[in-house]
């Protein structure tokens, strides 16, 4: 794991040390941070430290303002063997300004994806607005089985395809 922006000898208190810089900019109260998750296919990230270099460059334009931890993990799943876990602060840690929740943002990390790794890539996200359960959907009698009253959660995905 690598961190950029924060201390890593205590690893309990990066969060800390992310919510003294939101703090200090007056974003306290805000979403403090984002974690994105990546998952390298096996053709093409074979190595945790080809896997650390794409994340780094995947993440680049954040990389000089934003506090960021980045942790590779090795799990064999199905077509994946090297996952990342990308925590980044959303406040910039320069001027203050925040890395906001608009799909413009994320996108840009999916694009990042497909051109770094030269393949397709799948970027998922949830759609919260769906997603809640409004009033007049909630089961009257609540001995009902609790499977029936939750809604299933949508996904927004979109497939990015590398520039050359």
Request: charged share 25%.
């Amino acid at each position: 794991w690598q961190c950029y922006g924060v201390q890593s000898y205590f690893p309990y208190t990066i969060f800390d040390q992310m919510k003294i810089v939101s703090d200090l900019w007056g974003n306290n109260g805000k979403n403090p941070v984002f974690h994105f998750v990546i998952s390298f296919e096996k053709r093409t990230v074979n190595d945790p430290y080809v896997a650390m270099a794409y994340v780094k460059q995947i993440f680049e334009h954040l990389l000089p303002s934003h506090q960021i931890v980045i942790s590779i993990h090795k799990e064999d799943n199905g077509g994946s063997l090297y996952h990342a876990h990308v925590v980044v602060s959303t406040t910039n840690f320069l001027n203050g300004d925040l890395f906001q929740n608009k799909r413009d943002n994320f996108f840009r990390i999916g694009q990042n994806v497909a051109d770094v790794t030269h393949n397709l890539c799948e970027f998922e996200l949830p759609r919260p607005e769906e997603n809640k359960v409004k009033n007049e959907d909630m089961v009257q009698d609540q001995n009902e089985d609790q499977k029936e009253n939750k809604k299933e959660n949508k996904k927004y995905i979109r497939i990015f395809t590398p520039k050359w």
